[in-house]
């Protein structure tokens, strides 16, 4: 999803330390802060970190002495940002698999999974699974392949993570609710121009 999207600075704080590369908490929410007193993205704040460090094409207005990291933690950090700039470069040659098995290789993730544990190997046959639904992508066009394989793995783990058993209503969107049986439902929004959409009603 970050490779897609690397401005998403949610999904960018989730996996910036997994597997661990010495980039901890605290890094994490001093870049966070940091980035939020610049007034740009993350994302935008890894750029600059990365520029300074290689020294080239760096913001002179911004040395590193304005960078509020420790010098480890800013190559942590560039070191990250290097390799989330080489997968999304991959993007656009790779078809969908490969590109999954650069990231899981790059990432280290492959690696931190397999820990000989039963927890580890029930995660990496997850991760295999992956792979072979990913497969059914490596087909389509590469700029198309990411995006609609993200689209419809996020609408298959919505409704994975459903718990029958709960005695509480369950919150679903209209789409990932297509086929699912309940005994009572009730959809808000059924309002003029809402549902359906007002951009339907313009063409047949």
């Known amino acids: 999803r970050l490779i897609h999207n690397p401005y998403d600075g949610v999904g960018l704080t989730r996996i910036i330390n997994v597997p661990p590369r010495g980039i901890g908490r605290k890094t994490v929410g001093t870049l966070v802060n940091w980035a939020g007193e610049l007034g740009v993205p993350v ?3 890894l750029q600059i970190v990365a520029e300074t460090e290689e020294g080239a094409g760096a913001d002179e207005t911004r040395p590193a002495a304005q960078i509020p990291l420790a010098t480890r933690a800013r190559r942590a950090v560039a070191a990250f940002a290097g390799m989330l700039e080489e997968l999304s470069r991959a993007r656009h040659e790779l078809n969908l698999l ?3 098995d650069l ?3 790059r990432s280290g993730y492959a690696g931190y999974v397999q ?3 039963e927890e580890g190997r029930v995660r990496w046959e997850n991760i295999s699974e992956l792979r072979t ?4 992508y490596a087909e389509l066009p590469v700029e198309a392949a990411l995006s609609t394989f993200l689209e419809e793995v996020a609408l298959v783990s919505d409704v994975d993570n459903l718990d029958e058993q709960v005695d509480a209503p369950t919150l679903l969107t209209l ?3 297509k086929g699912l049986e309940f005994p009572v439902v009730f959809i808000v929004g059924m309002e003029e121009e809402l549902f359906p959409h007002s951009r339907s009603m313009d063409e047949p």
């Open 175 to 177: 789409h990932a609710a």
């Open 103 to 105: 990231l899981l290789e």
């Open 98 to 100: 490969e590109l999954l």
């Open 43 to 45: 994302y935008a704040a």
């Open 115 to 117: 820990d000989g544990t």
């Open 133 to 136: 639904v990913a497969r059914d």
